[in-house]
């Protein structure tokens, strides 16, 4: 019992931190703007990670194609963590650091919103996957633990989860890409 009282401490502690601070809002706020710019000029979301941040990519990704809050047409988002053909064949015949580069390479387009998610904010291959967003014209976001390290230059905006442990980092990050898709559903599609 011990255990669970201080996660859920921890936890809510972090959540109320993020909650107070109204940065965290206008970084939201920011994405939800340039993701909603992108589509409306028919371009996309792509989203990577590694680890729990892949999973969370194919979740957000999931969010924006089927729905969150209600029914409406699918957001045009795609995990760059599902194709293991593609990422054990790039990982096999350039290394693993250029799994998320390749796509982005082959799949991007000036206009696209790349959002990398590393919970250090130094993964290397998402490192390399903003470079080649940026040579793309794409816009670059990110999701990060809170000390953003190498992302802080490499992204136009970043949320960086007040924490340093993994766990409750990508339990902000979750909050966060909830709000964020909630924002652009509503701009997108807004109810009457």
Not at 5 to 31: C, I, K, N, W
Not at 132 to 154: D, L, N, W, Y
């Amino acid at each position: 019992m011990d255990f669970i009282d201080s996660y859920l401490t921890e936890t809510v502690a972090s959540l109320s931190a993020f909650q107070a601070d109204p940065h965290h809002r206008q970084v939201m706020t920011g994405m939800a703007d340039a993701i909603v710019g992108a589509l409306r000029q028919d371009r996309k979301l792509l989203i990577c990670g590694n680890g729990g941040s892949a999973g969370d990519s194919q979740h957000i990704a999931g969010e924006f194609i089927s729905r969150l809050m209600y029914d409406r047409a699918p957001l045009a988002a795609i995990a760059l963590t599902t194709d293991t053909s593609v990422i054990t064949a790039t990982g096999n015949d350039y290394g693993y650091e250029h799994i998320f580069t390749r796509q982005v390479q082959g799949l991007g387009q000036k206009g696209d919103v790349l959002l990398g998610i590393s919970t250090s904010g130094r993964s290397p291959n998402v490192l390399s996957a903003f470079g080649a967003a940026r040579e793309k014209g794409m816009v670059c976001i990110g999701f990060t633990g809170s000390h953003g390290g190498p992302m802080q230059e490499a992204c136009s905006l970043l949320l960086e989860a007040p924490s340093p442990k993994t766990a409750i980092i990508q339990q902000i990050h979750i909050v966060a890409a909830h709000i964020i898709c909630a924002l652009v559903e509503s701009t997108m599609f807004p109810r009457t």
